[in-house]
């Protein structure tokens, strides 16, 4: 089973919301998971209401975790998902793809809303890209 991996600091925001969509839309069987170099104590409670409102899909179940060496080592796509200036840096043996999606915390309501839908579209083209 190919596992897919998305990464960002904190794991409370970014990398929740993309593991949430992609086990969302996903129709095949694929191990998701997100982490972070420095996980939060809680997914932020903003971004479960988020996705909730506009899309529909809960997240409260989910908790950060902490990146490790054995997840990079296993697997098969591992995406970063943050701003180039505060990102987690992996070394180049790992072929991380960089999706460039800025901070939620510091936008207005608009502006979180164009970026959960590019983040939505992005991870909605993967598992499609996947699945075939």
């Known amino acids: 089973m190919a596992l897919v991996l998305f990464v960002c600091k904190e794991n409370s925001y970014r990398s929740q919301i993309a593991e949430a969509i992609?086990?969302?839309v996903s129709k095949k069987d694929?191990?998701?998971?997100?982490s972070g170099a420095e996980p939060a104590k809680e997914v932020s409670p903003e971004a479960i209401a988020l996705l909730k409102s506009r899309y529909g899909i809960d997240m409260s179940?989910?908790?950060?975790?902490?990146?490790?060496?054995?997840m990079l080592k296993s697997a098969s796509r591992i995406i970063t998902v943050c701003d180039p200036d505060d990102c987690v840096l992996l070394p180049k043996s790992y072929n991380a793809e960089h999706?460039?999606?800025p901070k939620f915390e510091a936008m207005?309501?608009?502006?979180k809303e164009k970026n959960l839908e590019n983040l939505y579209e992005r991870v909605r083209k993967?598992?499609?890209e996947l699945a075939r």
């Open 30 to 34: 694929f191990a998701i998971s997100a």
């Open 61 to 70: 179940g989910q908790r950060p975790k902490m990146l490790t060496e054995d």
């Open 108 to 111: 207005d309501e608009e502006e």
């Open 22 to 24: 992609f086990n969302s």
């Open 126 to 128: 993967l598992a499609m």
């Open 99 to 101: 999706w460039d999606i």
